[in-house]
């Protein structure tokens, strides 16, 4: 609607000024929304025209002080109506403002993960360098069956870069990607996602205004090109059965209705899981799923995703520190270290392969210093 009138008044006027955009309109917007109620589309247009009317009979009647009056219009309906007028209105004639509804949410089940013989994941040969600084240095790895992986290395080793790249979130200067026998090499992130490949972020990114039934309805509907979709009002939307499933095992189940920013900082880390899994996914990139939680809490995850993996055929790829969890989760462990693949292997090939070298050190790098920076080394959180 606000692109809609921008292009309206751009044929009005016929010349738009930078200088137009700035306090003044944003201020202007606040009130005409305040004055004329939020939750409503009517609301705001009426407390438009109610004010720039007002405005240009006072400018004519009383142009010192006109501004000073809208002011004083402006306090005295956050005093007296903070609703706004329209809400007000509708209520003194007993009609309910109406206010959009939580989605509702349907299991929607997908073809399976894995599809043929081909190979699910295959990078070969990737390179990452930031101006001098090597990230990455010919890293090769390939998934051929639904297995659960993990990556791990001391903090910058390249492991979220690596991440990064394999679902298009970061470019790289050499190498080739594949996924499910289709060069996917040089396409964006949301290219990677219609391949069916989900990502979960460090830090949990999800909206702490909206609801957990809407981040994950936003997440569903993420990889479809029909925009016309988030217009509907009573809004149905199918999530996969690996969301469902963490609903129906976490807490979150429960408060569907309770904004995201509510949540724990662990129930935030399993919403962002749901909203990787709840559109078509067919390959799960999770980095440090784990990080903030507790011991015992680190285990349930890890019996939970491997569950998940086991059920759906899921193949996942977990960068990760704890090795606790690792040793929980993991079918199989890929070592980086300096930009490097020194090991890779089950659980115990590499503890071997490894045997009195400083692998993993706790704590998330989170990112890679530039050239010239030095970092400082935790104390392991597990060995």
């Known amino acids: 609607l606000a692109g809609l009138a921008g292009a309206l008044y751009v044929h009005r006027t016929g010349f738009v000024s ?116 090597v990230v990455l240095d010919g890293i090769s790895i390939s998934i051929e069956r639904a297995e659960l992986r993990c990556l791990i290395g001391p903090n910058g080793a390249g492991k979220s870069t690596l991440l990064d790249i394999l679902c298009g979130q970061q470019g790289h200067q050499r190498g080739v990607i594949s996924v499910f026998g289709e060069d996917v090499t040089g396409r964006r992130g949301w290219q990677f996602a219609r391949c069916g490949v989900s990502r979960k972020f460090q830090a949990p990114h999800v909206i702490d205004s909206l609801s957990v039934a809407e981040n994950l309805a936003i997440a569903a509907w993420g990889p479809r090109s029909a925009a016309w979709f988030l217009g509907r009002t009573d809004l149905s939307v199918g999530i996969g059965e690996g969301a469902a499933k963490i609903l129906e095992r976490t807490t979150l189940g429960d408060r569907c209705d309770v904004t995201a920013g509510a949540l724990s900082h662990g129930e935030k880390q399993w919403l962002e899981i749901a909203m990787a899994l709840a559109a078509p996914c067919r390959l799960l990139l999770l980095d440090e799923p784990t990080a903030g939680l507790t011991a015992a809490e680190s285990l349930d995850a890890a019996a939970l995703l491997r569950d998940l993996h086991a059920e759906l055929a899921l193949p996942i790829v977990i960068v990760e520190h704890d090795m606790s969890f690792i040793r929980a989760a993991a079918d199989r462990v890929t070592v980086l270290a300096r930009g490097e693949l020194i090991a890779d292997g089950t659980v115990a090939d590499v503890e071997v392969a490894t045997a009195g070298r400083t692998v993993d050190r706790g704590g998330g790098g989170g990112g890679t210093p530039p050239a010239g920076c030095a970092r400082a080394t935790a104390p392991p959180r597990s060995t």
Not at 34 to 44: A, D, E, Q, W, Y
Not at 47 to 72: E, H, M, R
Not at 81 to 94: K, S
Not at 104 to 111: E, G, N
Request: proline share 8%; charged share 15%; hydrophobic share 55%.
């Open 18 to 133: 930078p200088g137009i955009f700035g306090l003044t309109l944003a201020t202007n917007i606040v009130l005409w929304t305040l004055i004329g109620g939020r939750g409503t589309v009517v609301g705001p247009v009426i407390g438009t025209l109610v004010i720039n009317f007002t405005s240009a009979a006072l400018a004519d009647v009383w142009l010192q002080y006109w501004v000073l009056a809208t002011g004083v219009v402006f306090v005295a309906a956050a005093e007296l109506v903070p609703e706004g007028l329209v809400p007000r209105l509708l209520r003194l004639v007993g009609r309910p403002v109406r206010r959009p509804a939580d989605p509702m949410l349907s299991v929607r089940v997908d073809p399976p993960a894995v599809d043929g013989d081909r190979a699910l994941l295959v990078a070969d040969g990737i390179d990452k360098a930031f101006g001098s600084f």
